[in-house]
């Protein structure tokens, strides 16, 4: 398996635009984690889904920011509209359990200008 | 309120000698802790883990330490190697995992 795939690595956007991150966990993990990192507060879950049915978005910082997985091989990350304190590194992570050894992306770097 | 500390942002040791990394955390229901090494560029990949029902875990050159009473675990390399600078991550978890901000450690030569 290549790992899980994130994409686009870096993203460069404007201020009040749409952006979507996207995500292909490694095949029969039934957990999937959308993290975000920043200086100030680490690494951040935002959401994590179980066999593609979301169980905790508690840590989704506004209604701005929307996850989907529409099936076991496939997740979105969106922010709409996205703002300058949106600029971080966000990464999915895939596990067999919600509580074990979780493998991440490479991760995608978002920038708003 | 974070739920796991890594009051260190940093550490400096030198080639050969020992890394303790130190973490912290508040939630009692947590029973599973891991670490987790990140490079510049790279996702944080898994490195050690212990369950709540043991005091000690070694695997080669890392031995993760947990003393539940004080809610604190450590993680010691050693010796440490200059590929060892990395940050590193300390997790815990009940039914998700909590990250703790990272301490950057640097191996010197």
């Known amino acids: 398996d290549a790992g899980v795939i994130q994409s686009p690595r870096h993203e460069v956007t404007e201020m009040g635009q749409e952006v979507t991150l996207r995500c292909k966990p490694i095949s029969g993990h039934d957990y999937l984690f959308w993290y975000r990192q920043t200086m100030m507060r680490g690494l951040e879950l935002l959401i994590y889904f179980n066999n593609n049915v979301p169980i905790d978005d508690s840590g989704m910082p506004e209604d701005r920011f929307s996850a989907k997985m529409p099936n076991a091989s496939f997740s979105t990350l969106k922010i709409q509209p996205s703002e300058p304190r949106d600029s971080a590194v966000y990464f999915c992570?895939?596990?067999?359990?919600?509580?074990?050894?979780?493998?991440f992306g490479q991760g995608t770097r978002l920038t708003v200008v | 309120d974070q739920q796991v500390k890594q009051n260190s942002p940093s550490l400096s040791v030198q080639e050969g000698r020992i890394s303790i990394l130190n973490c912290d955390y508040t939630n009692s229901m947590f029973d599973y802790f891991l670490w987790y090494k990140k490079y510049p560029a790279e996702g944080p990949t898994f490195l050690i883990s212990i369950s709540s029902i043991k005091d000690k875990n070694e695997d080669g050159r890392f031995t993760v330490f947990l003393n539940k009473s004080a809610k604190h675990l450590s993680l010691h390399i050693v010796p440490s190697q200059p590929g060892d600078s990395a940050v590193y991550f300390c997790?815990?978890?009940?039914?998700?995992?909590?990250f703790g901000p990272g301490t950057s450690l640097s191996v010197i030569p």
């Open positions: 997790a815990a978890s009940d039914d998700k995992v909590i």
């Open positions: 992570a895939s596990s067999l359990g919600s509580n074990t050894e979780a493998f």
